[in-house]
């Protein structure tokens, strides 16, 4: 028996039980991982409220992000063995001291990194790669703004995309995400709380806007994240910590200067083994040289998944948060 945190319905971080559960033996394609650190995501927030349905139903664990140790592999992985050290980013499931899991969706983890890194950054490292090298090619001398500059994959967006020589402005909630932001990566935050973005986005590019906008905030942000783009900008919406977009007319779109707008998820741009592989070695790459820098903001116990919730929900926590088993 191991531990982990299960759902039984929707809630708030109260539902978050710490319970015993049986590990079982890895099938055909599965390997048993002993779980060393654990990642924090909003996406968990949204499948413990209920605004994403739980993939299987209940009992739910929730969590996207791990790394740890292999502890056993079943039959027909050969890449594998056990002691090796392993991550991966999927929908649930990584709330457990240990877990079985398809050997498809993990990968190892290379000298260089260590594993609490490698849980922090898996899920908002890949997720920072499919946004600024395929959602949107960002190249040296574009203009990109990006809300939650001082969240997790803000901070590792930022000092991504300064990399690829973009200019990059954010927007934060207080004086000390703001400066946050700006040790990584971001050349401007706006504290929108204090100034409308959108004049402020006007005044740093002298009216030119952005090539791009990057929106995890959902129902706050928009329509004004639109007056942002330049004509023919996109909208890139990856995230709703506020909430929905409501429904609008594409018309809006039009109206706003022939915007481009989509609605992308990881698991879908890598979804095929060729792609996961390559999103992580990116990863895995800007990290090992030095250009992305990954920091852990917080540390919780496992058994304590309720408080880093209430924290994550409540805006007390920034950049990376992870588990401790």
């Known amino acids: 028996m191991s531990k982990a945190i299960r759902i039984h319905a929707n ?72 002691g090796d050290r ?6 649930t499931g990584a709330y457990a001291e240990q877990r079985l899991i398809d ?24 997720t920072a790669e499919y946004l600024l090298r395929r959602t949107f090619k960002v190249r040296a ?6 809300h939650a500059a001082a969240g997790g994959v803000g901070l590792i967006l930022g000092q991504w995309a300064k990399h690829l020589g973009a ?30 973005f959108v004049a402020g986005v006007a005044a740093i590019t002298g009216g030119r806007r952005c090539d791009v906008v ?9 329509p004004a994240s639109l007056d942002c783009l330049k004509p023919l900008g996109m909208f890139v919406s990856f995230g709703q910590s506020s909430g929905p977009i409501p ?13 481009f707008a989509t609605r992308p998820t990881l698991f879908v741009y890598n979804a095929k083994r060729e792609d996961l592989d390559a999103s992580a070695a990116a990863l895995f790459d800007v990290v090992l040289s030095g250009a992305v820098k990954i920091r ?21 926590t920034t950049g990376t948060t992870i588990l401790v088993p």
Do not use: C
């Not at 392993?86 to 929908?91: D, L, M, S």
């Open 247 to 259: 429904p609008f007319s594409m018309s809006l779109l039009a109206q706003k200067g022939s915007l």
């Open 167 to 196: 200019t990059v402005i954010g927007t934060a909630s207080s004086t000390d995400k703001i400066e946050l932001a700006k040790m990584h990566g971001f050349d401007h935050v706006i504290n929108y709380k204090e100034q409308d």
């Open 103 to 126: 050997a498809s969706h993990v990968v190892k983890v290379p000298d260089g990194i260590s594993d609490e890194q490698a849980a922090a950054m898996m899920l908002k490292g890949m």
């Open 141 to 146: 001398g574009d203009t990109i703004l990006y």
């Open 296 to 316: 852990i903001n917080q540390r919780y116990a496992l058994k304590d998944a309720g408080k880093a919730h209430s924290d994550l929900e409540g805006r007390r």
């Open 214 to 222: 990057y929106d995890s905030v959902g129902n706050d942000t928009f």
């Open 11 to 82: 809630g708030g971080p109260e539902v978050l039980n710490y319970e015993d559960v049986a590990s079982g033996h890895p099938g055909a394609g599965q390997i048993l991982v002993r779980h060393t650190a654990i990642g924090l995501n909003f996406i968990d927030v949204y499948y413990r409220s209920g605004h994403y349905p739980p993939p299987g139903g209940f009992p739910l664990t929730p969590g996207s992000e791990a790394a740890g140790v292999v502890v056993e592999v079943g039959q027909g992985v050969d890449w594998l063995k056990p």
């Open 86 to 91: 392993i991550a991966y980013a999927v929908a």
